[in-house]
């Protein structure tokens, strides 16, 4: 496997040489292997930056693909909600309020279980705790951190719903969007607050994130 926290090789070729290692025909994952293919993504991307500027926009992507796979992993409970859109969350607590069980009323869980559609970004981010604010308008009211989480699903939603635009951006306001949300990403993974045991390791991911701080204190630095 090529080596993530090498400079030596191309990012682009990193997540190439990953697909190389898999039979082309199938591909298996589930939302803790999503989330650890996020972090070398935004790794690697972040690195190849120095060679393409514009890839930036990538970097925005899984900056906030990594975010929103942590959510989800973060967020689901043993048995399979917690993420899930607020009409579909609502009829589970009402499942449980009125004392049914898995068991005694498997065909009403099953079905709603059978609905598979997740909160979007904004959503799960103010289950996790923080205030992001629903418009422009009141972006003042809001510290740093709730703001840099707004722009990064509003520069990653232009960037992934719609044609390519003329788009001017600071450099430093994209690298500081994202240096918030790897602080973030860094702060949930290690919070002991998870709603179920997740299936991954401190141990696979620390050393992915000191890659990723150290590749944007290479750009603070130059």
């Given at each position: 496997?090529?080596?993530?926290?090498?400079?030596?090789g191309s990012g682009i070729q990193f997540l190439l040489d990953l697909l190389d290692e898999n039979d082309?025909?199938?591909?298996?994952?589930?939302?803790?292997?999503?989330?650890?293919?996020?972090?070398?993504?935004?790794?690697?991307?972040?690195?190849?930056?120095?060679?393409?500027?514009?890839?930036?926009?990538?970097?925005?992507?899984?900056?906030?693909?990594?975010?929103?796979?942590?959510?989800?992993?973060?967020?689901?409970?043993?048995?399979?909600?917690?993420?899930?859109?607020?009409?579909?969350?609502?009829?589970?607590?009402?499942?449980?309020?009125?004392?049914?069980?898995?068991?005694?009323?498997?065909?009403?869980?099953?079905?709603?279980?059978?609905?598979?559609?997740?909160?979007?970004?904004?959503?799960?981010?103010?289950?996790?705790?923080?205030?992001?604010?629903?418009?422009?308008?009141?972006?003042?009211?809001?510290?740093?951190?709730?703001?840099?989480?707004?722009?990064?699903?509003?520069?990653?939603?232009?960037?992934?719903?719609?044609?390519?635009?003329?788009?001017?951006?600071?450099?430093?306001?994209?690298?500081?969007?994202?240096?918030?949300?790897?602080?973030?990403?860094?702060?949930?993974?290690?919070?002991?607050?998870?709603?179920?045991r997740p299936l991954i390791a401190l141990d696979e991911v620390i050393p992915i994130l000191d890659g990723i701080?150290?590749?944007?204190?290479?750009?603070?630095?130059?």
């Amino acid at each position: 496997m090529a080596d993530i926290n090498s400079d030596s090789g191309s990012g682009i070729q990193f997540l190439l040489d990953l697909l190389d290692e898999n039979d082309p025909n199938w591909l298996s994952t589930n939302e803790f292997d999503d989330l650890l293919a996020n972090l070398q993504a935004l790794e690697a991307l972040i690195w190849a930056t120095s060679k393409s500027p514009v890839l930036w926009k990538w970097v925005i992507i899984a900056a906030h693909a990594t975010l929103q796979s942590l959510a989800v992993c973060k967020l689901t409970r043993s048995d399979g909600f917690g993420a899930m859109n607020d009409a579909i969350e609502h009829k589970v607590y009402v499942f449980y309020s009125e004392n049914k069980d898995t068991f005694h009323n498997e065909k009403e869980f099953l079905d709603l279980a059978s609905k598979q559609n997740m909160a979007n970004f904004p959503v799960l981010m103010r289950r996790l705790g923080y205030d992001i604010p629903k418009e422009k308008g009141v972006l003042k009211g809001h510290d740093a951190e709730n703001q840099a989480l707004f722009w990064l699903h509003d520069f990653r939603s232009t960037y992934a719903h719609y044609p390519p635009i003329q788009l001017t951006l600071k450099a430093s306001q994209v690298r500081s969007i994202v240096r918030i949300a790897v602080d973030i990403i860094d702060l949930e993974i290690k919070k002991d607050d998870w709603k179920r045991r997740p299936l991954i390791a401190l141990d696979e991911v620390i050393p992915i994130l000191d890659g990723i701080q150290r590749r944007l204190e290479n750009f603070e630095e130059g």
